[in-house]
């Protein structure tokens, strides 16, 4: 079945420490994006793809950073200049005209 | 910055009741938005979509679209406990990019 898939489920960063976010898709969606959740809140863009190897910022990008080598793979590095970084993590994708995105399951990122 | 507002709530109906969850939105540009649900930890499921002043409907479900007003809002009829949840309003923008509103919590009462 077509979806996509986010790993792992849970995350737990030290300070200072690098962590990345998996995001596949096989729905041969050309868009990606990712959006940070925080408890009560809505959903806040950090980055999206429109295309392989281009990608754009969102409103909150800093402390991040993605790559799009692939049409299927959209990961997100959380850096240690990410701050606050504890949320759940949301990747989604869509194509050209559909309505709405595919979100992914999530992954939630504690820092300890 | 163009935003989606929605009442955070709680907004508390018994079983069998109409829910009705409403949005506004600043940008004027708009042409499209969503309603998905969410469940505690769990990601967002789409359950409508609207592009036309008016009323569409899809089972319980009903999205009322007023673009002059810019305001959306959804009706659930004949609610059921399964139905509490947050639903969060969106709208479409440039490069395909959903602006999400914060979610009205609903809680049904059996």
């Known amino acids: 079945d077509g979806g996509i898939t986010q790993s792992p489920k849970y995350l737990f960063r030290k300070e200072g420490q690098n962590v990345t976010l998996s995001c596949e898709q096989n729905?041969?969606?050309?868009?990606m994006y990712w959006y940070r959740q925080d408890p009560g809140q809505g959903l806040r863009l950090i980055y999206y793809s429109q295309i392989v190897n281009d990608f754009q910022k969102g409103d909150i990008a800093e402390g991040y950073s993605v790559s799009r080598e692939k049409k299927e793979s959209f990961p997100l590095t959380v850096t240690s200049a990410q701050k606050n970084p504890t949320a759940f993590y949301l990747c989604?994708?869509?194509?050209?005209?559909?309505?709405?995105?595919?979100f992914g399951s999530g992954t939630r990122l504690t820092v300890v | 910055q163009k935003e989606v507002e929605q009442n955070s709530g709680p907004l508390s109906v018994p079983e069998g009741a109409i829910a009705s969850l409403n949005c506004t939105y600043s940008?004027?540009?708009?042409?499209?938005f969503f309603w998905y649900r969410q469940y505690s930890g769990k990601s967002p499921e789409l359950i409508m979509f609207?592009?036309?002043?008016g009323d569409k409907e899809d089972g319980r479900f009903t999205a009322q679209l007023n673009k002059a007003s810019q305001y959306v809002s959804l009706l659930i009829r004949d609610s059921q406990p399964s139905d509490s949840a947050t639903y969060l309003c969106a709208s479409k923008g440039g490069f395909q990019k959903l602006v999400f509103g914060t979610g009205t919590r609903l809680l049904v009462s059996p």
């Open positions: 989604a994708s869509t194509k050209q005209g559909a309505d709405g995105y595919t």
């Open positions: 609207i592009y036309s002043n």
């Open positions: 940008d004027r540009g708009s042409q499209s």
């Open positions: 729905l041969n969606h050309d868009a």
